[in-house]
């Protein structure tokens, strides 16, 4: 008797518009903070075409450098336990946001401080239809010169592919990152295997 062979991966869903998006995903810095920036950008496919239903997550360190050690910011409706949105407190290092119809996702939060060995940056996963695993890359910022020429994954770059990694500011604490997951200028991902 033979043994059967293994089948591949494949896609099922997507299921992100109800399953894991939740109110506030995207606002990670407590209402009000004086250093709050933006940074917001579009999911684009391998022909530059938006992703409506794409998932983008981040994570990142305060504007110390230190990863948060405080419990979720989610606040719960005690009527039926669901999500009511984020606390408007704590800076919990966590987002996760929805792209819209135009494939655009916003977060608004601070500025993440230097880990030692590696220039400032927020991590960030992205789920999408058609992927058949999520996939990791980060997001550095323009001002950070001296150590992004010193950070271990952006020197191992040659300038193209680095400038995928690298946010474009725009004006008032603005930043702009678009994630191109196939060709031209497709953004660096980063393998965990």
């Known amino acids: 008797m033979s043994r059967p062979e293994l089948t591949p991966s494949q896609t ?25 920036v933006t940074v917001h950008g579009y999911v684009l496919d391998g022909a530059g075409a938006p992703i409506p239903d794409a998932l983008v997550e981040l994570w990142q360190a305060d504007p110390a450098g230190e990863f948060p ?9 005690p009527v039926d336990g669901g999500y009511l949105g984020r606390n408007g407190v704590d800076f919990t290092g966590f987002g996760r946001i929805a792209t819209d119809a135009k494939g655009r996702w916003v977060a608004r939060t601070l500025l993440p401080g230097a880990r030692p060995g590696h220039a400032p940056h927020i991590s960030v996963c992205v789920f999408a239809r058609g992927l058949l695993h999520h996939l990791f890359t980060r997001v550095y910022f323009p ?3 001296e150590a992004n020429a010193a950070d271990p994954l952006l020197s191992s770059l040659d300038a193209a592919r680095r400038g995928t990694l690298v946010a474009t500011a ?19 991902f980063l393998d965990f295997g």
């Open 170 to 188: 725009e004006q008032d604490r603005t930043y702009r990152f678009d994630i191109r997951l196939q060709g031209e200028r497709e953004t660096v």
């Open 12 to 36: 099922v869903g997507p299921f992100f518009g109800y399953a894991l998006p939740f109110p506030d995903g995207g606002t990670m810095a407590p209402a009000g903070h004086p250093d709050t």
């Open 69 to 77: 050690r405080v419990g979720g910011s989610m606040r719960r409706n």
């Open 143 to 145: 001002e950070n010169t």
